[in-house]
């Protein structure tokens, strides 16, 4: 595994599990520590199961979506932004 990417922490996990103990599914993308080997055995562990997702699939999450879709209007704009505060000015 790469340095740079550390597994994911499954502590914390335990309060999300804790906290909805009738989670049995889970779907996650295919960023490195959801695929860690530790990642895995927890949730085997905890009896969740994971949904196959296929490589190079398009992002089903909405909110991504809405986030690509301001990062080009952003980035599109002219003229360009300069600071935090013409960035809240433009977004609102």
Partial sequence: MDQATPPMDTAALDPFMQQHPDVTVLQQDHARPHLARVT?????????????????????????????????????????????????????
């Fill in 40 to 92: 895995q055995a927890y949730l085997e562990a905890q009896g969740v199961d994971v949904l196959p997702w296929p490589a190079d699939s398009p992002d089903m999450n909405p909110i991504e979506q809405l986030w690509d879709y301001l990062g080009r209007q952003v980035a599109n704009r002219v003229p360009q932004l300069a600071n935090w505060q013409q960035l809240i000015q433009a977004l609102q």
